[in-house]
């Protein structure tokens, strides 16, 4: 199993002793070096009664640890109280939020089983947990999730969620393209809605466009765009126009030596029929400059070959050009001429570094 940044490093089950105090009773994988970690930290893994059913990260020893105490009180333990906690141990600057809902989930699960059936206290189902555990662990690490049978009529379920980053604003005229194969998308469970837009997004029609082609409310295609976009289907790309202004960008050199890349672009810029050489799109996109327009390309240059739409599409797209956008700025303490002031009494102010409507 490859060993990744977010990997689960252990997870070990701890309870108080009555005898003995806090204590490591079973960890996975058994020979991971946690002794002196624990014996630093045992007090916040067997904690006081106001963390019980808290969740509780530390950092130590090169590691994060992160658990959730819980407390059983029932006269039938020693000392009126069995107390136990499963951690999970991270390395130290892992971001562990998209785990803390299992953690949770898992201490609040085997606090269940304990009251049903004293799963953690029954000296042959004790002996199933580093089992559980490894079942956890490995699950949790290679896919994300776990399905796990305790007994005939419990089942132990996890899925690690993860962080998506906040929703982009998407505008009316913002351009959505996908970023995986249509055939992908449509076989996803979409609402209705959803699949009513999917159609017209082409990488080229506008939101407002979208909006008119598939009569749906623009603040809702506003809305399913969002969406899509948070999920990773969907990139939001300017529109194309003949006047646009792109400039390469440094990863254009990756055209040269990535075979990968060279065989996508010339499937994508191509004309139907046609087969342009990787060496004449290289420098059809490092003519790209500021000051140069779209139309002056093609002015300059024969595309006869390549689409000179799908061309920008896939340099936006990859990384490879940007577009180069202007922003009228009024500064501050200057005036407009009293002349365009006369000629433009009803235009609104323009804010600054604001697109013209």
Not at 37 to 47: C, K, M, R, S
Not at 170 to 199: A, N
Not at 242 to 247: A, K, R
Not at 308 to 316: A, N
Request: aromatic fraction near 8%; proline fraction near 6%.
């Amino acid at each position: 199993m490859a060993d990744h940044p977010d990997e689960i490093k252990c997870i070990f089950f701890s309870e108080f002793h009555h005898i003995a105090g806090p204590k490591i009773t079973y960890q996975v994988p058994e020979g991971f070096p946690l002794r002196d970690v624990f014996d630093a930290v045992h007090d916040l893994i067997i904690t006081k009664p106001k963390l019980y059913d808290k969740l509780i990260s530390v950092d130590v020893g090169g590691y994060r640890l992160v658990g959730s105490p819980r407390s059983i009180e029932d006269k039938k333990y020693d000392r009126n109280a069995f107390i136990f906690n499963f951690v999970f141990v991270f390395a130290a600057d892992t971001d562990t939020s998209p785990h803390e809902a299992v953690i949770l989930k898992l201490g609040d699960a085997f606090k269940s089983f304990e009251l049903e059936s004293s799963f953690l206290q029954g000296e042959e189902s004790q002996k199933r947990l580093p089992a559980i555990l490894k079942a956890v662990r490995d699950g949790l690490n290679t896919c994300g999730c776990c399905n796990i049978p305790i007994d005939d009529s419990n089942r132990l379920n996890l899925k690690v969620i993860p962080s998506l980053p906040d929703p982009p604003v998407v505008c009316d005229h913002h351009v959505p393209i996908f970023t995986c194969s249509q055939e992908d998308i449509g076989s996803k469970p979409w609402d209705f809605t959803i699949e009513q837009i999917l159609q017209y997004i082409d990488g080229f029609s506008h939101v407002k466009r979208i909006s008119q082609l598939s009569e749906v409310d623009t603040e809702i295609v506003r809305s399913c765009v969002q969406h899509l976009v948070v999920y990773g289907y969907v990139k939001l790309i300017s529109i194309f126009q003949y006047s646009n202004v792109y400039v390469a960008m440094p990863k254009v050199k990756e055209l040269l030596n990535d075979p990968n890349l060279q065989r996508e672009c010339l499937e994508c810029v191509a004309l139907p029929g046609q087969r342009p050489q990787i060496e004449d799109v290289f420098r059809l996109y490092c003519h790209l400059e500021a000051g140069l327009t779209v139309k002056d390309l093609l002015m300059r240059n024969d595309l006869k070959s390549i689409n000179e739409r799908t061309f920008i599409q896939f340099g936006l797209m990859r990384g490879i050009v940007r577009h180069l956008q202007k922003y009228p700025v009024l500064l501050q303490g200057s005036s407009l001429s009293s002349s365009s002031s006369s000629s433009s009494s009803s235009s609104p102010t323009l804010p600054e570094g604001q697109h013209i409507p």
